[in-house]
């Protein structure tokens, strides 16, 4: 038998009524906010309950007093004139990997299952600390260098993609309620996520920020269009009833908040850069460069949500159906009726935009709430031609104060200064305490495909196959006898570049084997194969 001795991340299989669903977490947790994501979309709910939770505002993370119970994003538009989208809520429609010849990745190539997963990489981290850095999957779309290395966003970045291009997989609220089938949309999305360092003290914007970027491709052969991206969340303080949704449309912040004599606390999820749009005078910025002649589009509505145990017709849940979502997510009630703001009694896409501080405008309606309080954001509509791709940029970020309201202005303040900001300052690695920032450690590829002496050899129990790859590739290693039979394979397997190692434990007997590894580049075709010879003794 031949063995990996590389290994990805602990990959968890969870079986649905709708099949088998691999789920992977890995954490981002380098500043005062740790987060565990799932490979379909979400927080990986995989983790023991206080840590799957996101917290953060305390010294430590044993006790935080705000969360993120989970999120997700949300596609909905037109296809041929008819409705499609793909949701998330609290289980995903969306699928590991990415669409591979208009299929779903894990229809097509289960055997690289293993591959559709969250990766993280942080600044320092090398092949032999983090074998993430090896295996980056430049090859799906993770973000790199021109020579192919891993880029690094802010300090720590998690990577992963996935796709709703499975019409087997349903979300565990929408198949349990036997509501409408959904028409899925062929949509391949890349999800970057980062933070920047921070010790406990630091009380900066940078130390309780987690960014994401979602990078949205239309991989089915009809244009989409009228297509918005919404994101959903579930947040939850000390007091998990009392988590109210409102909307700053100023700073394009949708947020929760809670409040006592002693401590208030606010969470927001912030729009950096919405999709790209055409306008003649203006600029966008799309995939992080400048883009002349079009435009960041704003949030176009707000949903707040009191709880998931509203029936579908509800004006205070999330919908449930396709039909529902789209007048949602278009910032209208679920049967098509506009909101009428509570003070102005005019049509509004932002219901609950009112200050919670002053105690005027448009508020929620109630003092409690259920355990599923959170909130929708959307932004759209545009159009998503066949093959072509979207980008939009956000934030999370709470705010924490003993002293009353001062939370809630706080997350503003933050939400406003963010947005001000330039793209490359927000990517960027930032300075501490004043001491310059040193250069990153360069991560050398090696420059040509090598196979190594196998080590022992001779050998008795088992012997390791070493190898160089100057590219991510497709590997395939045989062992033939000396008679040219083949005596053990493993099939085609997918290396990161670098220097890679397989131990081989044969159940053979005695005599003289030849091992030839052969591999074939993902990106550039190459091929490259290398024999060696080795004795087994007994």
Request: hydrophobic share 40%.
């Amino acid at each position: 038998m031949i063995r990996c001795t590389w290994k990805y991340a602990v990959l968890i299989l969870l079986a649905t009524e709708a099949g088998i669903t691999l789920v992977d977490g890995q954490e981002l947790s380098v500043n005062r906010i740790r987060i565990y994501f799932s490979n379909t979309g979400g927080l990986d709910e995989t983790q023991d309950q206080e840590s799957s939770w996101v917290g953060w505002g305390k010294s430590d993370w044993s006790y935080p007093s705000i969360f993120i119970f989970d999120q997700g994003l949300w596609v909905t538009g037109k296809r041929n004139g008819g409705y499609g989208w793909v949701p998330y809520l609290w289980t995903s429609s969306f699928s590991p990997g990415p669409i591979i010849d208009g299929r779903p990745a894990m229809s097509v190539r289960p055997q690289d299952s293993s591959r559709y997963k969250v990766y993280t990489i942080a600044v320092g981290e090398t092949p032999e600390t983090n074998s993430d850095v090896a295996a980056w999957p430049v090859d799906l779309g993770a973000p790199a260098d021109s020579a192919g290395h891993p880029r690094i966003f802010g300090d720590q970045t998690a990577w992963e993609v996935f796709n709703g291009a499975d019409t087997t997989l349903a979300g565990y609220l929408f198949r349990t309620r036997n509501l409408t089938p959904r028409a899925l949309l062929p949509i391949e999305v890349h999800e970057t996520m980062f933070e920047h360092f921070a010790e406990f003290t630091d009380t900066t914007v940078w130390a309780n920020t987690v960014f994401f970027e979602w990078s949205v491709y239309n991989k089915g052969p009809d244009p989409l269009d009228s297509v918005y991206l919404s994101l959903w969340t579930d947040l939850d303080f000390v007091n998990f009833f009392e988590t109210i949704p409102a909307v700053d449309t100023a700073a394009q912040t949708g947020y929760c908040w809670y409040g006592t004599d002693s401590t208030f606390a606010a969470g927001g999820y912030t729009l950096l850069f919405g999709p790209s749009v055409p306008s003649a005078n203006d600029t966008a910025v799309f995939f992080g460069k400048k883009k002349a002649g079009f435009k960041n589009l704003p949030l176009a509505s707000f949903r707040g949500i009191n709880d998931d145990s509203y029936p579908d017709s509800s004006l205070f849940g999330p919908p449930y159906s396709l039909g529902t979502a789209w007048n949602v997510v278009r910032g209208y009630m679920q049967n098509g009726a506009p909101f009428i703001d509570s003070t102005t009694r005019q049509p509004t896409m932002f219901p609950y935009s009112g200050d919670p501080i002053t105690h005027t405008g448009s508020l929620w309606p109630f003092n409690s709430t259920g355990g599923g309080a959170g909130f929708m954001i959307t932004s759209g509509p545009f159009s998503l031609a066949a093959g072509d791709s979207q980008w939009i940029m956000a934030a999370v970020h709470p705010a924490e104060k003993r002293n009353g309201v001062d939370a809630i202005n706080r997350m503003r303040d933050d939400a406003r200064y963010l947005r001000s900001l330039p793209y490359d300052s927000l990517v960027t690695r930032k300075p501490r305490r004043g001491i310059p920032i040193k250069p990153l450690p360069v991560f050398s590829a090696p420059s040509s495909f090598k196979l190594y002496s196998c080590y022992p050899n001779p050998f008795n129990s088992g012997t390791t196959i070493q190898f160089d790859l100057p590219e991510v590739s497709m590997v395939r290693i045989e062992v033939y006898d000396a008679l040219g039979r083949l005596a053990a394979s493993t099939g085609d397997q997918v290396f990161g570049l670098g220097t890679q190692s397989v131990h081989w434990s044969p159940v053979v007997a005695s005599g003289v084997y030849f091992i030839r590894v052969k591999a074939a580049s993902i990106q550039s075709k190459s091929l490259w194969t290398g024999v060696n010879k080795v004795v087994m003794i007994k």
